[in-house]
């Protein structure tokens, strides 16, 4: 069946939005310049906007072509469920309680390893953090994990070449990071249950595989970097500010893995998020600034990437059904770095009669190329949140972010065919 007219304006306004978002520095160099729309500027030049705004064009041209009522049913139609999912986990994983609990882990591992200082900081942050996102999410450790990255590493002036191939190095092992089990990375979950596939089965199948690369991954930037890793003190001492009770920090664990565990059932977790909310206005004293702001710049993305990849499902997949299985896996790692990874996997579920070698080959395909670009994984636009103040013009190049996957990206392709 040939598209219709509103399919192919969704493709055009899609790829539109790929363009923006590589484009997003060139918006932030105008707004420098420019003296009354630098405001304007500034917010096209924001990467958390950019698939919302173009979501809301896509939704002006639906209403116009297809009317209201289809409009909206279309709306309806589409699950926000992990859109509120990473917000509600981002606000929580970034509060003071949870933070400093996760920082004192990081200096106790740190200290064990045999290279101490920076380095084995460095390790545990990049390695342990991202693979214990198969316990408490994807979304949890990637905010963990820049959070840590923030304060720690990128605030002390390294070079733009460490940040890129940090940032990118932390948006593969966090995508590969989670499949150790079946319920903590977005691709995983959009098939485990479809394709019956348990936590053992995701260990033995995925999870050693992941480990393997992410621990290359890092160690390989440890020798590529240590000469400016080595010169660098890491501050591993928490906030100094009141000091938090355990009643508090065990609280906060209690809430985020209520969330977690009822992380399919929005008006669940999202009632225990807002219960979560009153207990940090109670106890102001162990807070920092809530990551409000972000969470929902954040959510904006999703909300816009959900809506825009909804139209793409007529000719994406009709592509997968045709494919082999090492083209499944070159073209998951192309695709789902601009179309999201979780979408191709989605979209995999939906096809009769995929072969067991299929199924294998396209997931790793998608988790493998997670880190190449924003939007490749949901988790990223929180670790790009995040780490942006610390990057010129506070922006993320996503050229170079591209770059800095590249070689992350090739080792956890070669584990996941290889061993």
């Given at each position: ?35 009354k729309h630098a405001g304007l500027f500034h917010l096209l030049g924001e990467i958390e906007v950019v698939f919302g705004i173009w979501a809301m064009i896509l939704v002006i041209f639906m209403f116009a072509l297809s009317g ?103 948006f593969v092992n966090v995508s590969i990071g989670g499949t150790l089990t079946n319920f903590a990375a977005p691709p995983i979950l959009m098939v485990a249950k479809t394709w019956d596939w348990s936590n053992y089965f995701m ?113 994406l997949k009709d592509l997968i059904s045709r494919m082999s299985n090492m083209e499944a896996f070159i073209s998951a790692i192309t695709l789902g770095s601009f179309t999201d990874n979780a979408a191709i996997t989605y979209l ?72």
């Open positions: 069946m040939p598209p219709t007219s509103l399919e192919i304006i969704a493709a055009v306004i899609f790829a539109l939005a790929i363009i923006h978002i590589f484009s997003v520095k060139y918006f932030e160099s105008i707004a420098n310049r420019s003296d209201k009522e289809s409009t909206i049913n279309y709306m309806n139609e589409r699950s926000y469920i992990e859109t509120m999912f990473v917000f509600v986990i981002m606000v929580m994983a970034a509060t003071r309680p949870i933070l400093n609990s996760v920082i004192t882990l990081v200096k106790k591992l740190s200290n064990i390893l045999p290279r101490k200082g920076a380095t084995g900081f460095y390790f545990v942050v990049m390695a342990v953090v991202p693979i214990f996102g198969s316990l408490i999410t994807e979304p949890a450790a990637m905010t963990l994990a820049a959070l840590i990255l923030s304060d720690k590493l990128f605030s002390q002036g390294i070079s733009k070449k460490l940040k890129y191939m940090t940032l990118g190095a932390l260990f033995m199948t995925f999870g050693w595989k992941a480990m393997v690369a992410i621990f290359i991954n890092t160690s390989l930037i440890i020798v590529l970097f240590y000469k400016e890793l080595s010169q660098i003190t890491i501050r591993t001492s928490v906030s100094d500010k009141t000091a938090i009770p355990f009643s508090i920090t065990l609280t906060h664990y209690i809430f985020l893995f209520l969330v977690i565990f009822f992380g399919h059932y929005p008006p669940i977790f999202m009632s225990i998020f807002l219960l979560f909310l009153g207990v940090t206005y109670a106890y102001q004293q162990y807070q920092d600034r809530l990551m409000l702001r972000e969470g929902l710049l954040v959510a904006f993305f999703l909300g816009g990437l959900v809506i825009l990849g909804g139209m793409q499902e007529w000719w995999g579920s939906l096809v009769d009669g995929l072969s067991d070698e299929f199924k294998y080959y396209l997931v790793a395909g998608a988790v493998c190329g997670g880190g190449l670009t924003v939007i490749a994984n949901a988790p990223n636009p929180a670790g790009v949140a995040i780490l942006k103040s610390h990057f010129e013009d506070n922006t993320i190049d996503p050229r170079y972010l591209f770059l800095g996957a590249i070689v992350p990206t090739v080792i956890a392709a070669l584990c996941f065919i290889i061993l």
